[in-house]
């Protein structure tokens, strides 16, 4: 069983800002003001949690947030994660990117003359680049952080019409 968690004791100043809290027109705010109001009361996180229809854990990250920064804990952080995982290693560069970029996929062994995210994926894993296969949207965004735009390859029309060069109208400038 896990050990009770409850706030620790609330100064004046606290308790004031977390009874304005549940005025906040930040659900975030007046979320947290909630739980630790009740925590303060000496409801367990159980409780709590039925009472808002929260997880525990919620109420559990809640009171721990306020009990180690106090009012500082009202705010919400940055939803973004505080690492974000590299998969490329280090030292490849823009340039070693662009110079496979630059041949077709067939002198590597693809079946393919166009590039795309998913045979970059496969190569950037053969040449060591990445330890191991990503999603095409890191493989973009990749590219992106490297500074290298990528463009979806365009499919041209073409004819199985062996006069369809002849019959196709010029461009005219106008």
């Given amino acids: 069983m896990r ?7 609330l100064s004046e100043d606290e308790r004031t800002a977390l009874t304005a809290g549940l005025r906040s027109a930040d659900a975030f705010v007046l ?5 630790l109001l009740a925590s303060a009361r000496g409801e367990t996180p159980p409780g709590i949690a039925k009472a808002l229809s929260c997880d525990e854990q ?3 990250h809640a009171i721990h947030a306020f009990n180690q920064e ?20 280090e030292d490849v560069t823009t340039e070693m990117f662009k110079a496979v970029l630059h041949r077709p ?9 166009l590039w795309t995210l998913d ?8 040449l060591g680049w990445m330890t191991r296969s990503v999603s095409i949207e890191t493989m973009r965004q ?7 735009n990528w463009k979806r390859a365009k499919h041209w ?13 010029l461009a005219t400038d106008s």
């Fill in 3 to 9: 050990p009770r968690i409850f706030v620790r004791d």
């Fill in 31 to 35: 979320r947290r003001s909630q739980i």
């Fill in 58 to 60: 919620t109420v559990r």
């Fill in 70 to 89: 106090g009012r500082e804990a009202l705010q919400a952080g940055s939803s973004r994660p505080h690492h974000l995982p590299t998969v490329l290693r």
């Fill in 105 to 113: 996929p067939r002198d590597f062994g693809f079946e393919t003359s």
């Fill in 119 to 126: 045979l970059l994926v496969k190569q950037c894993v053969r």
């Fill in 142 to 148: 990749t590219l992106l952080r490297l500074g290298i």
């Fill in 157 to 169: 029309i073409t004819s199985p019409d062996p006069l369809y060069q002849e019959k196709k109208p």
